[in-house]
């Protein structure tokens, strides 16, 4: 029994996500979601801290 492929509208818009390293996430449709940049803000802090529980 051979089917015979139908063409139907769809009733949803795709979009693709490409998550990554130097911005959170890119859409396909060329939005880019920049990533929040806490760890750089409180790098510092994060340093003493670690250093602190180590003594």
Do not use: C
């Given at each position: 029994?051979?089917?015979?492929?139908?063409?139907?509208?769809?009733?949803?818009?795709?979009?693709?996500?490409?998550?990554?390293?130097k911005?959170?996430?890119t859409?396909?449709?060329?939005?880019?979601?920049?990533?929040?940049?806490?760890?750089?803000?409180?790098?510092s802090?994060?340093?003493?801290?670690?250093?602190?529980?180590?003594?």
């Amino acid at each position: 029994m051979e089917r015979i492929p139908q063409i139907s509208e769809k009733s949803v818009d795709v979009v693709g996500v490409d998550l990554g390293i130097k911005t959170l996430a890119t859409l396909s449709t060329g939005e880019v979601f920049d990533g929040s940049k806490s760890y750089k803000k409180l790098e510092s802090k994060l340093s003493r801290l670690q250093y602190r529980s180590q003594a």
